[in-house]
């Protein structure tokens, strides 16, 4: 699983990274994590605000830092989370 954290490093930015890499290893998942912090390539992926979390090159989640076990639920589910209410953003990222 490849996942990206999308954001300039400001602390919210950091605070993904950090919930992210707690919920990756309470599932104990083989996953990479890369934060990306080059605005071109943030915008490549249609974010318009950060942080973001991508898995496996999706949106999954966009402008809001969510608690370890969201994260973690959102790696459970996949790609698949039609019906499920998403990230509960409400941005359509999901």
Not at 27 to 48: K, N
Not at 64 to 83: I, K, Q
């Amino acid at each position: 699983m490849e996942i990206k954290i999308l954001g300039s490093g400001c602390a919210k930015c950091n605070q993904l990274e950090k919930v992210a890499r707690e919920a990756v290893v309470s599932l104990g998942i083989d996953a990479t994590i890369e934060h990306v912090d080059d605005f071109a390539q943030i915008a490549s992926y249609g974010v318009m605000t950060t942080p973001a979390l991508v898995v496996d090159g999706e949106v999954r989640l966009a402008g809001r830092v969510p608690s370890a076990a969201d994260v973690a639920r959102l790696l459970e589910s996949g790609a698949d989370t039609a019906g499920s209410g998403g990230c509960g953003c409400g941005g359509g990222c999901c």
